[in-house]
């Protein structure tokens, strides 16, 4: 069966500071990938797909970074964090077909003080 | 532009009765529609989703209605548990050339189910 492993669960990072956050997935090939964040209260917003090594595409402009360097691996990065980066991040895959549903990891509650 | 809306934030029903959370659409292109639930600090759960064809799928107390017409989703979850209590993200998407994929959510409903 398929898994997606998200860390750190928690993260307390100074603005200013750097930010790599990393997901895996597990028990599939060439999963679509993604990042979600979901800011207080409200829903959870795309920043990232990749369908493949190296694939990424940008949803929103904003002060984050995203790679693909292996086929189940998936990292979200920022140079220097802003405290309105602060949220709820969250890793997704899916498989290559239509209609099919995405599947998410736990997520990483970060916290930019 | 939201494009997916849950209009109603939280939602209160009785243990054993219908839940019925309500979802609205305004992106015609939209095909695949889906239901998660979610509980604090965790990702999203998939629940149960329908294609454009249908208007009605079901899965145990599950069932979820389009009504395409109107761009209207709900979900209805029957009989209601204590343990349904969460929040529930409304999700649409549309074919795109690129295999792409990505849902568009909505912000969600809280249910609370009381004993």
């Known amino acids: 069966s398929q898994t997606i492993h998200q860390w750190p669960a928690t993260l307390v990072q100074p603005v200013g500071s750097p930010l790599s956050l990393e997901c895996t997935v597990e028990?599939?090939?060439?999963?679509?990938l993604y990042w979600y964040r979901q800011a207080a209260g409200r829903g959870l917003q795309l920043l990232f797909y990749?369908?493949?090594?190296?694939?990424i595409s940008s949803e929103v402009p904003q002060n984050l970074s995203a790679s693909r360097p292996q086929d189940r691996q998936f990292i979200l990065s920022s140079k220097k964090l802003l405290l309105s980066d602060s949220g709820f991040y969250l890793c997704?895959?899916?498989?290559?077909?239509?209609?099919?549903?995405?599947?998410f990891g736990n997520g990483t509650r970060l916290t930019v003080t | 532009d939201q494009q997916v809306k849950q209009n109603s934030p939280s939602l209160s029903v009785q243990e054993g009765r219908i839940s019925i959370l309500n979802c609205d659409y305004t992106?015609?292109?939209?095909?695949?529609f889906l239901w998660y639930k979610k509980y604090p600090a965790e990702g999203p759960t998939f629940l149960i989703s329908?294609?454009?064809?249908?208007d009605k799928n079901e899965d145990g107390r599950f069932t979820v209605f389009l009504n395409k017409s109107a761009k209207h989703l709900s979900l209805h979850i029957v009989p209601s548990q204590p343990g349904d209590s969460a929040v529930y993200f409304c999700?649409?998407?549309?074919?795109?050339?690129?295999?792409?994929?990505?849902?568009?959510f909505g912000s969600g409903t809280r249910l609370q189910v009381q004993p």
């Open positions: 997704a895959w899916s498989v290559r077909q239509d209609n099919s549903p995405l599947h």
């Open positions: 990749s369908v493949g090594i190296g694939q």
């Open positions: 999700a649409a998407s549309a074919d795109q050339d690129t295999g792409r994929r990505a849902l568009t």
């Open positions: 028990g599939t090939s060439n999963p679509n």
């Open positions: 329908i294609s454009s064809i249908k």
């Open positions: 992106n015609s292109m939209f095909d695949y």
